[in-house]
């Protein structure tokens, strides 16, 4: 059955390539998770005060009707990714890493000291290398644009490997997801000059009559916070933050601060508490991205050994592996394979694997998730 597979496989092989190369993805080939904004989504990312975390620092906000009611979205759907590497060597794996240059590969290095007794492989210092943007320097949602970074990973780990400075070494994929608040009809001005409620009030009053304002100062200080509440709805919520920005704004207070006009969204204090998710790979046993048989290239057999995967499956078979039993290296194959990181193979993860190749033959330097 196999043999008769490859002739058909070899045939389709031959015609589909070609195609590949020149069509580009199609409709139902695309991949990846795109946040759903309506149509009637308004940006208010300039009166909102985005959280500064560590991985939710370029992010927007839409507000938008969702069933008679006013939603505000936290947009901050992207995925990073972190390499963390168990190093044995302290003092030459940082010499490596240098004459690497690692750190123009890697966005950012973290280390930790491990002390021998919470030593997990024999390591004393445990470093972590994140990226938050794709191969493109952009946040995105689509996992195939992070493999390239993967395998950059994969492939200094196996030199580090065989230079026996590290006793292991780990990828990790997460995926940072909004969030959703309400709008509390309020508005705040902080770090303004004191005593300017009043001008405040009338400011706010021109949109909307029913508002109250409130002021905190600060001790020792000529700053206040002030509270403009009862705003009856969001847009003129929106557009009195936006002219108390303009009025009051744009100069420096006592402190050498300059004041901030935001509306009042629960979410800016949920968005701290953003769910992530991911996956871990070993880099250890991983292979590259497509290199089914692990011989650090994609061609072919590659994609003869995934198409006859997922024919077997398309055709009822349960029992459908790569390896015979060996579980580190079926999970290992498995992830090379699953080109778009859903935790599936089909014909989308065959298509990539067809696009890479038909492009290297045609003298071109591929890569994931283009």
């Given amino acids: ?21 020149i069509a580009g993805i ?26 500064k975390g560590q991985y939710l620092d370029e992010s927007s906000y839409m507000s938008y009707y969702n069933n008679d009611s006013h939603t505000i979205a936290y947009l901050s759907d992207f995925k990073f990714n972190y390499t963390t590497l168990y190093v044995t060597n302290n003092a030459e794996f940082i010499k490596f890493y240098n004459e690497y240059n690692a750190d123009q590969v890697f966005e950012k290095y973290d280390e930790e000291v491990v002390l021998e007794t919470f030593s997990q492989y024999g390591e004393r210092l445990k470093v972590m290398l994140y990226d938050k943007t794709d191969k493109n320097g952009n946040h995105s949602t689509d996992f195939s644009n992070y493999t390239n970074k993967r395998d950059e990973a994969l492939k200094f780990c196996r030199i580090l490997q065989e230079k026996g400075y590290i006793a292991h070494a780990t990828y990790t994929s997460f995926s940072a997801t909004s969030m959703k608040g309400g709008y509390d009809n309020s508005v705040l001005l902080e ?34 916070t ?5 705003v009856e709805n969001i847009e003129d919520g929106v557009a009195i933050a936006r002219e108390l920005k303009d009025k009051f704004c744009k100069t420096r207070n006592d402190n050498e601060v300059y004041p901030s006009s935001v509306i009042v969204t629960g979410v800016q204090e949920s968005a701290f508490s953003s769910s992530f998710q991911g996956s871990e790979t070993d880099l250890t046993t991983a292979h590259y991205t497509g290199d089914i048989d692990n011989n650090e290239t994609v061609d072919t057999s590659d994609i003869f050994d995934v198409m006859y995967y997922v024919a077997r499956k398309g055709a009822g ?35 990539y694997m067809m696009k890479y190749c038909a492009e290297k033959g045609a003298g071109l330097n591929p890569s994931w998730g283009d």
């Fill in 317 to 351: 078979i349960e029992d459908v592996s790569f390896t015979d039993g060996n579980a580190v290296e079926e999970a290992a194959v498995f992830a090379a394979a699953d080109i778009d990181g859903n935790g599936k193979l089909d014909s989308t993860d065959v298509y």
């Fill in 191 to 224: 770090n303004a000059v004191s005593g300017k409620s009043e001008e405040i009030r009338k400011t706010a009053e021109a949109f909307d009559s029913s508002i109250e304002v409130t002021e905190q100062s600060s001790e020792n200080s000529n700053v206040s």
């Fill in 26 to 51: 199609s409709a139902n080939a695309m991949i990846g998770y795109t946040s759903i904004i309506p149509e009637n989504a308004v940006d208010i990312t300039d009166v909102c005060e985005c959280p």
């Fill in 1 to 21: 059955m196999k043999k008769q597979f490859q002739r058909v496989f070899a045939a389709f092989l031959a015609a589909a390539t070609t195609s590949v190369s």
């Fill in 226 to 230: 002030y509270k403009i509440s009862s």
